[in-house]
Every structure is written in structure tokens, then in C-alpha cells.
T-cell receptor, first 113, second 110 residues
């Protein structure tokens, strides 16, 4: 069964460093998403991406964040200058269209020291 | 204001019983509703979706939607210890953003 994959599973970085989180969505899906979940809190929407551009973004997704689909399979989230409060689980998801089910990857745990 | 509200629990039920999970949402324009299960330290796993008023059954799970009351629920029949997890209600609001509730923690006692 096709699934969303994410790498790395755990990323440790120093405050102020740049990180890139990687995702491979399900191959025939057209919409891609990033979410974050701070420990003990709810899953929060960051951004959605369709047809090589951002379609929606939340207030959390400020200028420190960017997304890219560098090739036909990968979808990345970059955080330019990490802060302590960026420590969270980051989930990638994909869907066939923007009204239906989203399927989540296993997540990347980001720890900012 | 777009919000999805769930009782955080914890909800405890004995093995074999019916677990009932509830969710309310604030955006009247919402059209798509989902239930996800999340085990500790894992990603959300889709249980089922519902788009029309009424009931939708899938195995031991039944989702119920009442758009007039802005209410969606999930019933789990014959609850098993493996059903112990946090259950997340998610709603697509106008603007096509997925909003998650805080989740209800369910424990099924053997």
C-alpha cells in the first residue's frame, strides 16, 4: 500500500541553524501539506502546496519557513533560522484533492538546542 | 473563528463496550469531516471520513454527522485494548485548511 515517507526521523540542531525536512508524498497525489505538533498539543496546519505553489498557509508559516518541490517526488520544508520553540514533530501529508482524506507520514522529530 | 472542540478525556471503557467520541465545530461552511487515530509518538492514521448528514459505518466504527448542530461523532463497537489511543477530529473549513481538535484520549480496559 502506498505511503508517505519522511526523512530524517529525528533531527537535532542548534538554535539559529537552518534545517530541511524531507517528504515523499504518495505518487499520484496532487496536494501536499506540512503540519507540526508540539509535544502534548494539537496538530497544527502549516501550509498546503498544489501545482508547484503554496495554496494556503497559516499564521505559523512566517518568513522563516519555506517549502519546495525540487523534483517529481520530494517535498521539503525549510526552516531558515531555527528557534527553541520550533522543537516539535513535523508531519507531511498528501491527498488526491483538497476536499478529501489526507494521509500522513511518520513525522520528523525536530529538537532545537 | 474556526475551531474544532473535543473533550480531552481521558475516556475509559471496558473491553467489548461501545466508546463514544464527540466533536463540535464552529465553521458552518465546513463540508468535510474526518476521524484520525494517533498512538503516542506516532502520526495521525485515518479511520474514516464523512461528508453527508447521517451515519457512516466501517467495520466496528460508525461516524455520525449533524451539520445543523455542527456535531460529528465516532462510535467504536466492541472496543479492544488496541483501540487505546488519542482520537482526533478534523474538519476542512472554508479556505481548505484542515483543522484538528485537541483529541480525546481513549483507554480500553481489558
Amino acid at each position: 500500500e502506498p505511503e508517505v515517507t519522511q526523512t530524517p526521523s529525528h533531527q537535532v540542531t542548534q538554535m539559529g541553524q537552518e534545517v530541511i525536512l524531507r517528504c515523499v508524498p504518495i505518487s499520484n497525489h496532487l496536494y501536499f501539506y506540512w503540519y507540526r505538533q508540539i509535544l502534548g498539543q494539537k496538530v497544527e496546519f502549516l501550509v498546503s502546496f498544489y501545482n508547484n505553489e503554496i495554496s494556503e498557509k497559516s499564521e505559523i508559516f512566517d518568513d522563516q519557513f519555506s517549502v519546495e518541490r525540487p523534483d517529481g517526488s520530494n517535498f521539503t520544508l525549510k526552516i531558515r533560522s531555527t528557534k527553541l520553540e520550533d522543537s516539535a514533530m513535523y508531519f507531511c501529508a498528501s491527498s488526491l484533492d483538497d476536499k478529501n482524506e489526507q494521509f500522513f507520514g511518520p513525522g520528523t522529530r525536530l529538537t532545537v538546542l | 473563528q474556526k475551531e474544532v472542540e473535543q473533550n480531552s478525556g481521558p475516556l475509559s471503557v471496558p473491553e467489548g463496550a461501545i466508546a463514544s467520541l464527540n466533536c463540535t465545530y464552529s465553521d458552518r461552511g465546513s463540508q468535510s469531516f474526518f476521524w484520525y487515530r494517533q498512538y503516542s509518538g506516532k502520526s495521525p492514521e485515518l479511520i474514516m471520513s464523512i461528508y453527508s448528514n447521517g451515519d457512516k459505518e466501517d467495520g466496528r466504527f460508525t461516524a455520525q454527522l449533524n451539520k445543523a448542530s455542527q456535531y460529528v461523532s465516532l462510535l467504536i463497537r466492541d472496543s479492544q485494548p488496541s483501540d487505546s489511543a488519542t482520537y482526533l477530529c478534523a474538519v476542512i473549513v472554508i479556505g481548505n485548511q484542515f483543522y484538528f481538535g485537541t483529541g480525546t484520549s481513549l483507554t480500553v480496559i481489558p
